[in-house]
């Protein structure tokens, strides 16, 4: 409670995105002009003031034959201003995220727009990057059955640093009705394992995707106490489901996911600080005692650990410290790994410099 209560008063919000796609909508293009000048205007002021988030980004809409037009005309406006408002600086870790990609060609359009701001602007070669969503299942495979995310990455010549799994859209391309498209639905599964499987060892960032279920008392004003019980019930409903699907996203290895709406951020640090440290003891366990015998085999209990397992252990501890379930010195006290052990990020080096 204490870590999420202070996670929620020091940072509640680690990655934002200025969102031009669903969560916008389609207005008249003046509008959307507007408004894509005024939030970079913001951001600028923000990069000023250190007040911007650690992660930002802008989602523009797809690259469509009826939207393409206006996504690039929105990117543009908003990078531009961005830039001459702050005085040619960009804010770290700015990203430009690519929504309902079905081709290549879409990702390799973007990266030569990339190509063609960075000068026009001033900015450094390759400055700026790229995530892609993968919400469409022409994304998973293309029309010649083929895996088709290598390919979308390879489109991206270097630019890209993240997918984000779309679960409303994807199921949507794979027909499920609206009752059904959930999170949890083995289609979801199925499209998120395709991910790590076609992203391993490439660096790629993965994020899940949202609990469109939102912690929203119905009832506002002055109420019945039938109004407030009933109030109580659909936020603890929403919380419940929200952190149902945090649980599962990280059991299966997707540390980041979405929220739509502030309400859902303190089940989100709840699951994921919980994950972490309902297991710590035993972790913590086997990691020191796998680390004192070099990597020999060793059980503990009934788990029977061996040389592969022993990253799989160090992972939990630096995913730990990432997301603030754990500081890094409550790390180092529970491993008996040094700080520059820990930072090394490989199991295998750890060792070899133990058994120097």
């Known amino acids: 409670y204490e870590r999420v209560r202070e996670k929620l008063t020091r940072e509640p919000v680690e ?30 002021k923000g990069l000023e003031a250190d007040t911007l988030p650690p992660f930002l980004g802008i989602r523009i ?9 206006r996504s690039i005309r929105t990117l543009d406006l908003f990078l531009t201003t961005l830039v001459e408002s702050a005085d040619g600086r960009m804010p770290e870790n700015f990203v430009v995220t690519l929504p309902k990609i079905v081709h290549p060609a879409q990702v390799a359009t973007l990266a030569d727009i990339f190509d063609t701001l960075e000068p026009k602007l001033g900015l450094p070669t390759g400055s700026l990057k790229m995530e892609m969503m993968v919400e469409t299942t022409q ?20 630019r890209c640093i993240a997918a984000h799994f779309g679960t409303y859209d994807y199921t949507a391309s794979c027909s499920i009705t609206a009752a059904y498209q959930d999170m949890l639905h083995p289609a979801c599964d199925f499209a998120r ?112 650990d061996d040389a592969a397992t022993g990253q799989g252990l160090l992972n939990y501890f630096l995913r730990a410290i990432n997301c603030r379930a754990l500081t890094e010195q409550e790390a180092r006290d529970l491993t008996s790994l040094s700080p520059d052990e820990l930072r090394s990020g490989s199991f295998v080096k750890i060792l070899h410099n133990r058994q120097k």
């Open 61 to 69: 809409k797809t690259f469509s034959e009826e939207l393409h037009a």
């Open 139 to 158: 994304s998973i495979i293309n029309e010649r059955g083929e895996a088709n995310l290598p390919q979308l990455l390879d489109a991206a010549r270097g």
């Open 193 to 304: 394992h395709i991910m790590q499987v076609s992203f391993g060892g490439t660096g790629i960032w993965l994020s899940d995707g949202a609990t469109n279920i939102m912690p929203v008392a119905p009832h506002r004003g002055e109420l019945t106490a039938e109004q407030e019980a009933e109030n109580r019930a659909v936020v603890h409903r929403a919380w419940k489901l929200h952190y149902r699907h945090v649980r599962h996203s990280l059991a299966n290895a997707f540390y980041q996911g979405w929220d739509l709406h502030p309400a859902q951020f303190p089940t989100r640090y709840a699951a994921v600080y919980t994950f972490f440290l309902e297991g710590l003891e035993q972790a913590s366990e086997r990691l020191r005692n796998f680390v004192a015998k070099a990597a020999h085999a060793t059980l503990i209990g009934d788990v029977f």
């Open 15 to 44: 990655d934002f995105r200025i969102d031009f796609e669903d969560g916008y909508g389609t207005r008249p293009d003046a509008e959307e002009d507007g408004h894509a000048v005024s939030s970079a205007r913001e951001v600028a």
